[in-house]
């Protein structure tokens, strides 16, 4: 993906920041997915897909799966299909033109076709997302930042802003890229039909993270621990009082259990743990190709000890050897390792991932 500025750049003035219009990102771009194919996948059950619409000036929704004649409507709409990476090998190979974020943040591909004037209304995400132009033309309004506070109408299902006066606006051809940091206000409108590819990115929630590292150290730490007083933990107060130097001890014992317990893969299984709708190969399938890859949906991270490699796929925490680093990391970088030469030199590594569905010899199309 070519950036109007370094990565750097983009990583220290516009990540989780700014929106950055980059045009021209993916020269000659073409969509490697037609209006018709997009629809054919919303008609299958076990793919999550949405139409929405305007009727009477109230937003409409209807979740898929859907048949031809959904699509044979008055006015403008807009079809949007989730995690389509999963169903279209061509389209989970867009993620390798992202700038060099954690593998670990990528959460899947979105992509919708919209009417000409339609869209999903005014709205912010709580996510980051790159928005691809695939075919024909987008107007995006960018307006303010958003939170929590920020009030929201709920019209069927939908949360939207109130229409907002943009801050700036952009009109997107196929091949360019709109980066939008999770919060900030747009609203999308087709100028004729038009398909867009919504590249996500997702991160655990805080509450998520503090429960998993706490129920990880639960486990490790005896139920017949007890709060040490030390002497800051004895200072005398008034009759019945907490003092200040009573919940300071606390907290610290609290750190401290922690820190000494902390085995730290709670991190790891929670950011590589799978959506409901991603799924990898059938367990326990080997390969047979001269030449092997990752499953482009496989959601992997490691961790280097001393000693060796905390692996993590799918949500799973599994050790291979030091040794068997370069493989992985060839693994995680997209490329094509040699079935044979990787049963030479990564063989825990090798069986494992075949043991998660995550390998295939097959070609990205």
């Not at 801050?167 to 890229?177: M, S």
């Not at 009759?239 to 317990?261: K, V």
């Amino acid at each position: 993906m070519l950036l109007p500025v370094t990565e750097d750049q983009f990583l220290a003035e516009y990540w989780q920041q700014k929106p950055l219009l980059c045009p021209r990102a993916l020269p000659h771009f073409r969509s490697p997915l037609s209006a018709e194919e997009l629809a054919g996948l919303a008609m299958e059950a076990d793919v999550e897909s949405r139409l929405v619409w305007q009727d009477a000036g109230a937003w409409q929704q209807r979740q898929g799966p859907f048949t031809a004649e959904h699509f044979q409507r008055e006015g403008p709409w807009t079809l949007l299909v989730q995690g389509v990476d999963s169903w279209a090998p061509a389209v989970s190979a867009l993620r390798n033109a992202l700038p060099k974020i954690p593998r670990w943040r990528f959460d899947d591909v979105m992509v919708s076709f919209a009417t000409d004037g339609a869209g999903v209304g005014p709205h912010f995400d709580r996510y980051d997302v790159f928005l691809l132009q695939g075919t024909g033309q987008r107007e995006w309004r960018i307006g303010p930042h958003c939170d929590d506070t920020t009030p929201q109408l709920n019209e069927n299902g939908l949360s939207l802003l109130p229409p907002f006066e943009p801050e700036e606006i952009y009109v997107l051809n196929a091949g360019d890229v709109l980066y939008l940091p999770p919060g900030v206000a747009h609203w999308g409108i087709a100028r004729g039909n038009a398909m867009t590819y919504s590249l996500g990115f997702r991160a655990p929630t805080l509450a998520e993270l503090t429960a998993r590292r706490t129920d990880a150290v639960l486990d490790r730490l005896s139920s017949t621990s007890l709060l040490e007083d030390g002497y800051a933990g004895l200072t005398p107060g008034q009759p019945g009082e907490i003092t200040a130097e009573h919940l300071a001890n606390a907290r610290d014992a609290i750190h401290n259990a922690m820190d000494a317990l902390d085995t730290n893969r709670w991190f790891g299984e929670v950011v590589t743990e799978p959506g409901d709708a991603l799924e990898l190969g059938s367990e326990s399938a080997e390969p047979q190709g001269d030449f092997v890859r990752l499953i482009a949906t496989t959601r992997i991270a490691w961790t280097a000890q001393p000693r060796h490699i905390d692996l993590f796929v799918m949500g799973e925490h599994s050790e291979i050897q030091r040794e068997e680093l370069e493989c992985l990391v060839a693994l995680c970088r997209g490329d094509w390792l040699e079935r044979k030469s990787m049963l030479d030199q990564a063989d825990t590594l090798y069986q494992y991932l075949c043991l998660k569905g995550a390998l295939t010899d097959e070609e990205i199309g």
